[in-house]
């Protein structure tokens, strides 16, 4: 009986962990997805406790896809207008 409230306890205070595992994945597939990166890869790595801080981190910093996008496009139109 022992052992069964013991492995209880080690649940119940695994739990707030994953959860916190959790947030960060989905946070690092929606982040990943916008700034253009590999999802998959970004969604396990913010699985990883103390990991995920870095990773998400990294992922904020970067520069979204479509910023890079927009350039493109700009860069092209100006080009067009020069030529």
């Known amino acids: 009986m022992e052992q069964q409230a013991g492995d209880a306890g080690v ?11 959790v947030i960060f994945a989905i ?3 929606l982040i990943a997805r916008r700034k253009g990166k590999n999802p998959a890869l970004f969604t396990v790595l913010s699985f990883v406790p103390l990991i995920n801080i870095t990773v998400i981190c990294y992922l904020v910093a970067l520069t979204d896809q479509e ?3 927009r350039l493109e496009r700009i860069e092209g139109l100006l080009q067009k207008g020069g030529s």
């Open 11 to 21: 649940v119940a205070s695994l739990l707030p962990l994953l959860l916190i595992s």
């Open 27 to 29: 946070a690092g597939f």
């Open 67 to 69: 910023v890079y996008d």
